[in-house]
């Protein structure tokens, strides 16, 4: 089992770490190499947090029940429901209360295993546990490799609201398997496939061609051009990260589709539709919206357009998974909450063209205009 490593530094004055590390491993996804090899001389106890999902998978049994056979006596596993229906509050203070009985010291570390909802809801216990425990990931899914473990964002859903609740609070070494990728189930795959579509639109113009051009071997699952994907994914989020770790200014960047994209989740109910799917509906109605205000050219919307339709993600304006009346003016109240919003209107990121990337705030009608 190869690594390879990377860092990712962040200002001094915030809590956590000063940068997170990560570390790139090849074949078959083994923790109990990784945390518990001769060479290793490590005084902290860590707290394990995954899913049911995760804990099921083949390539993770020799580490469960090593947890089952009490070998690992100091350190503990919790095993959390999967699904975005467990990403609450309720489950965060779980995490909280199982560290709390088990003695646990904020010197010690919460490592999360798992997709976005796992790294985002250990992050967050951890942040708050004592005020200020250290947090690790290992993202189990496309999603949680390219976006959700990097960069210190943390939080839980807050009723029916996406990531109401959080914190900045970044891991401080991360251990990515690729491998892991051949497990996921079709739609969590694909979820992950559009956050690392936005990345291509907003930084990368060789990356957009992959998209464009490998579709059948990206479906395929290739594992070369997969890797390829996420260190472009992860190099293009560090350096924004780096620039501006608390969203003033360039990282907002990354929200492209989520506006659009979290009002269809709560608006269809969360766990109803995956992130991606949502996200990547968002980038379409964000670049019809570039197009309606004369931003960009109808050859760059229907590009964008192509590409969605090459992963089946849904490109009209009112998506099927949302039913009844009164769709548009549904999202468009849900839309109004968004954490990011800065005035009574609301706050868009837009696509001029690959890497050309504006922000800017929209009307009511305006919004409306692209969910008819």
């Known amino acids: 089992m190869s690594t390879e490593s990377m860092k990712i530094s962040y200002p001094a004055i915030y809590a956590g770490t000063q940068y997170s590390q990560i570390n790139f491993y090849s074949g078959t996804p083994d923790l109990c190499s990784v945390f518990y090899n001769q060479e290793e001389n490590c005084t902290q106890r860590r707290f394990f947090i995954t899913d049911a999902n995760?804990?099921?998978?083949?390539?993770?049994?020799?580490?469960?029940?090593?947890?089952?056979?009490?070998?690992?006596?100091?350190?503990?596993?919790?095993?959390?429901?999967?699904?975005?229906?467990?990403?609450?509050?309720?489950?965060?203070?779980?995490?909280?209360?199982?560290?709390?009985?088990?003695?646990?010291?904020?010197?010690?570390?919460?490592?999360?295993?798992?997709?976005?909802?796992?790294?985002?809801?250990?992050?967050?216990?951890?942040?708050?546990?004592?005020?200020?425990?250290?947090?690790?990931?290992?993202?189990?899914?496309?999603?949680?490799?390219?976006?959700?473990?990097?960069?210190?964002?943390?939080?839980?859903?807050?009723?029916?609201?996406?990531?109401?609740?959080?914190?900045f609070f970044p891991a401080q070494k991360l251990y990515y398997f690729p491998e892991f990728l051949q497990y996921l189930p079709e739609n969590q795959y694909n979820s992950g496939l559009a956050e690392a579509v936005k990345?291509?639109?907003?930084?990368?113009?060789?990356?957009?061609?992959?998209?464009?051009?490998?579709?059948?071997?990206?479906?395929?699952?290739?594992?070369?051009?997969?890797?390829?994907?996420?260190?472009?994914?992860?190099?293009?989020?560090?350096?924004?990260?780096?620039?501006?770790?608390?969203?003033?200014?360039?990282?907002?960047?990354?929200?492209?589709?989520?506006?659009?994209?979290?009002?269809?989740?709560?608006?269809?109910?969360l766990g109803n539709i995956t992130h991606g799917c949502a996200v990547?509906?968002?980038?379409?109605?964000?670049?019809?919206?570039?197009?309606?205000?004369?931003?960009?050219?109808?050859?760059?919307?229907?590009?964008?357009?192509?590409?969605?339709?090459?992963?089946?993600?849904d490109t009209q304006a009112i998506p099927q998974i949302v039913q009844g009346g009164g769709v548009g003016e549904r999202l468009l109240s849900v839309m109004h909450k968004d954490k990011k919003n800065l005035t009574d209107k609301i706050r868009i990121v837009l696509a001029k063209g690959i890497t050309d990337i504006v922000i800017e705030e929209f009307s009511d009608e305006e919004i409306l205009s692209v969910l008819k």
């Open 54 to 167: 995760v804990a099921s998978l083949e390539c993770m049994q020799n580490f469960i029940q090593k947890f089952d056979d009490g070998i690992y006596e100091n350190d503990r596993l919790l095993i959390l429901g999967s699904g975005e229906k467990y990403k609450t509050i309720e489950s965060v203070l779980s995490i909280i209360t199982a560290a709390v009985e088990a003695d646990f010291t904020r010197k010690d570390i919460f490592v999360g295993i798992g997709g976005g909802v796992i790294c985002d809801i250990t992050a967050f216990a951890a942040s708050i546990f004592k005020r200020g425990a250290k947090v690790e990931f290992i993202p189990t899914t496309l999603l949680a490799m390219v976006d959700a473990s990097i960069g210190g964002k943390t939080g839980c859903d807050y009723e029916n609201y996406k990531n109401i609740i959080g914190t």
């Open 199 to 269: 990345t291509a639109i907003l930084f990368d113009n060789e990356l957009f061609d992959i998209f464009k051009n490998d579709s059948q071997k990206i479906n395929e699952r290739d594992k070369d051009l997969l890797e390829l994907i996420i260190r472009k994914c992860v190099k293009a989020k560090a350096e924004i990260v780096e620039q501006d770790f608390t969203e003033q200014g360039i990282r907002a960047f990354l929200n492209l589709g989520h506006t659009f994209g979290h009002a269809l989740e709560s608006t269809s109910g």
């Open 280 to 313: 990547a509906w968002g980038i379409g109605r964000s670049v019809d919206l570039a197009y309606q205000k004369e931003y960009c050219r109808q050859s760059f919307r229907d590009e964008v357009y192509k590409v969605l339709e090459q992963y089946n993600w």
